[in-house]
Structure formats: structure tokens, C-alpha cells
């Protein structure tokens, strides 16, 4: 019988298989148990340290939770905290400026609200009228108000042209300065010419509004009810006011 070939040793029938099975067996055991010996401190920690050091970390969350407002947010600010002038320099006050000026400043910020629809420079388009040379931007002012807090349904003539769009209610989160910087705004943009309108006339559109119901308005009720202006003292556009309050301030006496 030829010799078994060197790539298929299990074909020699010389071989014991079960006493090379045990002599694997055997080595595979030292093997585990040389590898099973660790450098000293890399052993496994047992139990009788884990629980003190977890109850070490419990104890001291419960301390940072109970001890205080060290590390609580829910306060953004302190009452009546002023901030400190910048080391090495006095505090800058900036000086009253034409109401004017700074109302319309700030209505152009919530003028975002309608830019999608009247566009920026105000001309409309699309079925929708214009703001610019609009009689009722222009006209009395407890019309403006009503049709920006409610909205305006049906037929309407501006400028000698005729609409028929319904505008949805722009008065959400609309408070009195708000309201009132706005139609300065747009009173005074884009070429219109008009009176201001201050926050105590604001205030006192959306209190008519409260009354009135939150249905759109429409010509016939705003030319019944509504044409007229708010009530609340005049405020000259050259009348200084503090830029930050925008509340007017003392005027200059005269020499």
C-alpha cells in the first residue's frame, strides 16, 4: 500500500485518532489556563468594591440634585440685575432720537409678517392692493387697525382700482407697540405721508378689536364703525424719544 499523502493525513491508517484528539484536548487546557494569568493589577474587581463605590456615586448625585440652585437653569435672569460697565471704559447711553426715525425702524421688523404679499417696496400685485398710495394706509387710523388685526374680506377700491382678495388676520402676537410701529410704518413709506401712530393708540385699537369679535372686516362695517381715528394724544414725528424704551422723553428747553 502506498504511503498516504501529506495533505490528507486522516487517510493514515496508522494514526490513533482518539489519543491525538486527548493530546489537543490537553494542550488547549494548558493553553487556557496560561493565558487565564494576568499582570498584576489587571485583575477583575470583585464585588465587595463595586457596591461601595456605586453607592459612593448615588450618594453624591443625591447631593447635587438636593444642594441648591448651584446648578439650576430654570432662572435666565435675576430681577433687578443691571449689567456692569466694561472694565476700563463708562457705559454707553445712547442718545433720545425723532420718534419718527425709531418707530419706523421697528416697524419694519414686524412688516416681515407682510412682505410676502405686499412686497418690500409695498406695491402689492397679484390681486393683492397695493400699501403705497393706499387712501386706507393713509386715512383714519382705527380703519388701518382693524383690517391688520382682522383681516379683510370682499370687494375694495384702492386707489380708484378694485380688489376682491381676502386678507388673513395679521393681529396674533401683535401687542400695542407692535401694532402701533407698524402702521407708522407703513403710513410713512413708499411715498405716504401720515400722522403716527403711538402705543396708547395701539392699545386702544385692540381693546375695539376684543370687543368687535375676530371675524374679518369688510368696507361696509369698516366705513360705519370704524372711520375714525384712534384715540390718544399726538405725537409729533420730531418728538425725541429714548431709543431703547421708545417712550418719549423730556424736551429740550428753548434758550
Avoid at 144 to 156: A, T
Avoid at 173 to 190: D, H, Q, S, V
Wanted: charged fraction near 20%.
Amino acid at each position: 500500500m502506498a504511503n498516504p499523502s501529506p495533505n490528507h493525513p486522516d487517510l493514515d491508517e496508522s494514526i490513533n485518532v482518539p489519543e491525538v484528539h486527548a493530546a489537543l484536548r490537553d494542550d488547549s487546557i494548558a493553553a487556557g489556563r496560561e493565558k487565564s494569568i494576568r499582570e498584576n493589577g489587571m485583575e477583575p474587581v470583585g464585588l465587595i468594591m463595586l457596591i461601595p463605590c456605586a453607592l459612593i456615586l448615588l450618594l453624591g448625585g443625591s447631593v447635587l440634585g438636593k444642594g441648591g440652585n448651584l446648578f439650576g437653569y430654570n432662572e435666565l435672569f435675576k430681577e433687578g440685575y443691571m449689567r456692569a460697565p466694561a472694565p476700563g471704559g463708562e457705559e454707553i447711553v445712547l442718545p433720545p432720537g425723532p420718534a419718527l426715525s425709531l418707530f419706523s425702524k421697528e416697524g419694519a421688523k414686524v412688516y416681515g409678517k407682510c412682505i410676502g404679499c405686499h412686497g418690500s417696496d409695498g406695491a402689492g400685485g397679484n390681486g393683492i392692493p397695493p400699501l403705497a398710495g393706499s387712501e386706507w394706509v393713509t386715512g383714519n387710523t382705527d380703519q388701518l387697525s382693524q383690517i391688520i388685526i382682522h383681516g379683510l374680506k370682499g370687494p375694495v377700491s384702492v386707489a380708484g382700482v378694485d380688489y376682491n382678495n381676502n386678507m388673513p388676520a395679521m393681529g396674533e402676537g401683535l401687542g400695542p407697540k407692535e401694532l402701533a410701529f407698524i402702521m407708522t410704518y407703513i403710513r410713512n413709506e413708499w411715498g405716504n405721508e401720515a400722522s403716527l401712530v403711538t402705543p396708547e393708540m395701539g392699545a386702544a385699537a385692540l381693546e375695539i378689536a376684543k370687543l368687535r369679535g375676530s371675524d374679518q372686516v369688510d368696507v361696509v362695517e369698516l366705513k360705519n364703525n370704524h372711520d375714525k381715528m384712534l384715540p390718544g394724544e399726538p405725537l409729533s414725528p420730531e418728538s425725541l424719544v429714548d431709543p431703547e424704551t421708545l417712550e418719549p422723553v423730556e424736551q429740550p428747553a428753548a434758550e
